[in-house]
């Protein structure tokens, strides 16, 4: 598996910020423009990220800004890459109810009612309450599914708790959004920060012969910001006449999304300006080719499944997602047995538990597999195990079409043997 990496400069920040002496550092770009810093120097830094640990607030875990946010991130998701036992121990003793918590001592009697939360990031699950939430500064930020989050005043009440109606792990829609709140993607470090008077756009293909425009732009304090947008289809930059009119103008309040029907390869411009004094103007350029090979670089998972042989059982799942850091693929499995005392399914730990993920990732032009990778995790006398994989800090964008990504279970208890092996259903325009 690939290791992130910090730069020195980068790296200088953290020193300071954390008081920590490290020596010998390797360098390589990071997938956001900035450099992160390899797990494997991580490992024996666990003492730092108690030292500083969010603060605990009512239900919430509470980070002093974005950079607060960013380093601890970063540090627990390299302790997880190493140990994800040595995360969980950091987590262990501050007395907190995380979806992580409540996966990891849930009991059932039947397996339509096991608790199975959307989240994949094992870090994400150790900070986010049952609600997935947490909070940065006065912004809470609430996780809709694995891709989406909503941002909003962590003293506006009624917009907590009409974030809290909307139903998780799925996706929602522009109108499904509050209007004192406002959505984000959670690869974009920009999307955790309050930042007034700011406007994001993102263009991205949404099937074979359609575009998804979607975005949001914020006022100059917490709330919905007004703009207008113009969507140019068939752009030529280079062209010596003026350009045509827009194919599509309109204006919104808060967050946006538009979807277009594309037939021919051609140049998409979106322009949007956001209602503020201080002004923000964004403009996305985006290539379409409906007739091209394209491939699915959209996040997905599996769901849990489960296979029971009498008393014993295993629970396991496969998923793709994205970070702030990095793409992963990762493949989850978890000795469920039944308890004839309490008659239910709880979660005990088996003889053996083995684990793999195996990937091809595509380029999200061509729709070539240009990197294959394989993770096997093993564990004996254990009750879960995780094998998982990551592109690295590489900025190059990667995307995946069926049988692509694949994950392979085994669980061994006394004389029952279960097997099991889930894919992704990726949709893709070959």
Known sequence: ????????????????????????????????????ESPTTLNPRSNQLLSDFPVKSNDLLVFRDENHFKSFFTHATALAENSLDDLKRNFSNKNFISVAYLLENDAFVDFKDAYSPFLTDPVMREICNPHYEFQIGDALVTYINNTQILISDINDINTKNEIRQLEKGKQITV???????????????????????????????????????????????????????????????????????????????????????VNNTMLIRVVVNGDCFLGNSQIVDFLFNPNGNSCDKREKDSGWDAVIDGAEAMRFRVQYYSNILSDYE???????????????????????????????????????????????????????REASVNDGTSSVPIAHCDGDVIGTFKKINGFTTLNATATLDFDCCL
């Open 1 to 36: 598996m690939k290791k992130l990496i910090f730069s020195s400069k980068y790296f200088m920040f953290l020193f300071m910020l954390t008081s920590l002496v490290y020596v010998g550092c390797n360098k390589e770009d990071g997938k956001d423009g900035e450099s992160l």
């Open 175 to 261: 109108n499904q959004i509050p209007n004192a709140a406002y959505w984000g993607e959670d690869t974009d470090i920009q999307a955790f920060i309050k930042k007034p008077c700011s406007c994001k756009v993102n263009v991205e293909k949404s099937g074979c012969n359609r575009i998804r425009v979607h975005g949001s732009c914020k006022n100059l304090i917490w709330g919905s910001g007004e703009g207008d947008i113009s969507v140019f289809l068939g752009f030529d930059p280079n062209s010596p006449l003026p350009p045509l009119p827009a194919n599509f103008t309109g204006s919104f309040d808060g967050n946006f999304e538009y979807f277009f029907d």
């Open 330 to 384: 990762k493949a989850e499995n978890e000795s469920i047995q039944w308890d004839n005392v309490d008659a239910r399914w709880e979660s005990r730990k088996a003889n053996r538990l083995e684990t793999a993920i195996t990937t091809g990732r595509r380029g999200t032009e061509a729709c070539l597999v240009f990197e294959n990778e394989t993770e096997f995790k093993s564990c004996n006398n254990c009750h879960k």
